[in-house]
Each structure stands twice: as C-alpha cells, then as structure tokens.
C-alpha cells in the first residue's frame, strides 16, 4: 500500500515537480504550474490517486475494479484516472502511471518552459 509520505517521495524525484497542497487537503504535483498527479481523500486506507492518462489507457483502465474516471477531469473531457484502492494496481504500476502523468503534462508545456525547467 502506498502511503501519502511515499507518493510524495516519488513525485518529488520526477523532473522539475512541486507539491502544494489543495483542494481539501490533497497534495497535488505540478509540473511547470500544471497538475500531473493528486491524491489525499483517504479515511485510513491508501490515498485516492489521480493521475492524467493517454486516451487508450483511459478506456482501458476506467471500467478496472478499484479504478474510475477522475471525478470532475473525466467530466470535463480530460483522460484522467483515479485509483480507489490499492488492490487496483501495485504500487510500482501506479508509479509508472504517474510518470507518464508527468510526461504527458511537460510534453503539453511550450518549449521555451520546458528548456527554463530542465525537460527539453
């Protein structure tokens, strides 16, 4: 089971990321001052995780036990997925995920941002 403390150790190792916290409590990872991962909302258990997605893994992955579209994102049009419960995917598969998250949110960034952060 991921903890809060060891999602924010693996976000923070990703290339250019911060952390504020929002929203209720959640702590969100920004790359460049867009989103690419969140998660907090949790009574105890795993932290609900959110993270963006390509659009094939996002028909693929939001029908999955312990998975759904992010709410508010996925009703805007956006391909995102949030985990419900750790017994949806292991740890290092969300990790995974949420380094494409990361990928994804820095490719949409301009070009002149991505140089000034490091990611060109």
């Given at each position: ?20 916290v ?10 460049g ?5 969140i998660?907090?909302?949790?009574d105890g258990?795993?932290?609900?995780v ?27 049009g ?7 419960t750790?017994?949806?995917?292991h ?30």
């Amino acid at each position: 089971m991921m903890s809060l403390d060891a999602y924010d150790t693996y976000c923070a190792s990703l290339p250019a990321a911060t952390k504020v916290v929002q929203w209720g409590g959640a702590h969100v990872w920004k790359v460049g001052g867009k989103v690419f991962a969140i998660a907090g909302w949790a009574d105890g258990e795993a932290p609900l995780v959110t993270f963006k997605v390509t659009p094939t893994a996002f028909e693929i992955l939001k029908d999955q036990p312990g998975l759904r579209p992010a709410p508010y994102l996925a009703s805007r049009g956006l391909t995102w997925i949030q985990r419900t419960t750790d017994h949806a995917m292991h740890d290092q598969d969300l990790c995974r995920y949420i380094a494409e998250s990361h990928r994804l949110v820095a490719a949409g960034l301009t070009r002149k941002l991505q140089r000034e952060l490091g990611l060109a």
